[in-house]
């Protein structure tokens, strides 16, 4: 800009100078938009292209009930890491922290392709977790960075075409892939697309803006949060199959992880620079957004992950149309998402609007529990379902950002990724150990040769689809107890809290 270009001090800016600051803020806002869209994808669809190929894995390598380990090790992997990603998010650049989670994501994909066996298909999930833990958590933050919480909202149109492709597209793709290919190529595409993202983000080195912190990393904070993650899930997974849930053995792992939780809260209340953001979750807003986002997650992964299955054994579809039928579900995620999105800007009062979309959810697994199992029912109330649940991730995702401020974008949209992932890991552990317990020691592969085994997987769904709807419940009341938030018309990016 030429120095007559230049404003005088004090004077307004021209409309010309208005106009190229819009310009330059579109200019960005693509930039940006281009560069995360990727590693948001890649972490979004990862949840839903598996869940068709499942049960053709489990024929492969054997073992149907280790086969939710699939989803278990990478959730584990990704709560373990998220919370450090927004800490050096934070202190050294969210997109170098993006593009190294990006590359660990790129090598657990071709871990898993190259995978000989269930537990190094396992290995792999996990490293690709840890890659995985970063993806959507410095995507969020970044977006928190660049754009305003108003435009955020006006901006969720772009993102959903994102979830769309990912939720909508990923268990269709899926579900052809294993039918007509191998199961491997739904990691080798990964390999591609990761380079993609890496050569894009390169771009936005100049919007890289790091927050330094001050105080020594919480190492011991890290590593007992890692134990008492992988203790609490193993004995989630591993009960009523394994071992009994009253046994010797399940009371000493429940009892140790009530202690290693005890010591890390003791811990992090001392550290300096505590590896959980337990600061930011002693936010009212923060505190019931995250246990609102638990219960979501929890509902949302169980039926990603065992609808599929549910319709492969019980319903005799195959993993083809099993990825169609939960066409409905995720469809419904995101329209509830993209609905959510419009109404926020025309009440500029969004936190209402998850309770009420928590309860349909609700209702629609109660519908699922009770109704006879058939094809169409299940179409239905899925789409409901995750109309419901589509209400829920974008307005807690800024409740967190707003109360949080602009220092620590990186540790709220990290408190928000591991809420959802935390949800996911017990939706993925305790669902599986409740539905493989209740099917007792039949073969679910061959539940279709055999009328005592084909009720127990429906008997034990049931019960699953009671107990999600449960869960909806809960994150509804949770949900009601987020503050007010409002947009104030005609101050662009100015919100505020009420009671």
């Known amino acids: 800009m030429t120095d007559a270009a230049m404003p005088a001090p004090g004077s307004a800016p021209t409309s010309a100078q208005i106009a190229e600051r819009i310009a330059e803020g579109r200019r960005r806002f693509r930039r940006l938009f281009g560069a995360v869209m ?6 979004a669809v990862d949840q839903t292209l598996l869940a068709t190929a499942t049960p053709v894995i489990s024929r492969e390598f054997g073992g149907l009930r280790d086969t939710s380990w699939l989803a278990v090790s ?33 090598l657990g994909s071709l871990g898993c392709g190259l995978a000989t066996g269930l537990w190094w298909l396992v290995a792999a999930r996990t490293l690709q977790g840890l890659g995985g833990g970063g993806l959507m958590t410095l995507s969020q ?29 990923g268990p269709v793709i899926g579900g052809l892939v294993v039918h007509h290919a191998s199961w491997r190529w739904l990691f080798l595409v990964n390999l591609p697309l990761c380079a993609l993202a890496l050569w894009r983000l390169h771009a936005l080195r100049a919007d890289d803006v790091p927050h330094p912190r001050s105080g020594p990393p919480d190492v011991q904070g890290m590593l007992l949060f890692a ?16 071992f009994d849930w009253v046994s010797a053995t399940s009371g000493a792992l429940l009892v140790a992880t009530v202690a290693l939780w005890a010591v890390l809260l003791r811990v992090e209340r001392l550290a300096a620079r505590p590896f959980l953001p ?6 009212p807003p923060v505190r019931y957004a995250a246990l609102t986002v638990v219960g979501f997650a929890s509902a949302m992964f169980a039926m990603v992950f065992y609808l599929p299955i549910y319709l492969q054994l019980s319903l005799h579809s195959d993993a083809a149309e099993a990825g169609l039928l939960l066409l409905p579900l995720t469809a419904g995620i995101v329209g509830g998402a993209t609905f959510t999105s419009r109404l926020i800007i025309w009440t500029g009062r969004p936190t209402a609007l998850p309770v009420g979309g928590l309860l349909l959810a609700g209702c629609s697994l109660l519908g699922m529990a009770l109704l006879p199992p058939d094809k169409r029912t299940l179409v239905a109330l899925g789409f409901t379902t995750g109309l419901g649940l589509g209400s829920v991730m974008s307005v807690m995702q800024i409740v967190t950002q707003t109360a949080s401020g602009p220092a620590r974008l990186g540790a709220a949209a990290a408190t928000m990724s591991l809420a959802r992932t935390l949800g996911s890991s017990i939706g993925a552990s305790a669902f599986g150990a409740l539905i493989f317990g209740l099917m007792g020691s039949s073969d679910a592969l061959h539940a279709a040769q055999d009328p005592q ?8 769904f049931v019960v699953a689809f009671g107990c999600a709807a449960a869960v909806c419940a809960l994150a509804a009341w949770a949900a009601s107890r987020v503050p007010a938030l409002r947009f104030h018309p005609g101050a662009e990016g100015r919100t505020d809290f009420s009671e």
């Open 38 to 43: 990727l590693p948001m994808f890649l972490a």
């Open 74 to 106: 990478y959730l584990l992997a990704s709560v373990i890491v998220v919370p450090l990603y927004g800490q050096l998010g934070d202190q050294f650049g969210r997109r170098k922290l993006l593009s190294l989670a990006t590359a660990l994501f790129a």
């Open 141 to 169: 933050a970044l977006i928190g960075e660049v754009v305003s919480p108003q435009r955020r909202a006006r901006s969720q149109g772009y993102f959903a075409i994102v979830f769309t492709l990912a939720s909508v597209g």
């Open 227 to 242: 134990v008492a993650m992988a203790l609490s899930l193993f004995w989630l997974s591993s009960a009523g199959h394994r």
């Open 278 to 283: 337990v600061d930011l979750l002693r936010l």
């Open 453 to 460: 085994a084909q009720e127990a997987l429906r008997f034990a």
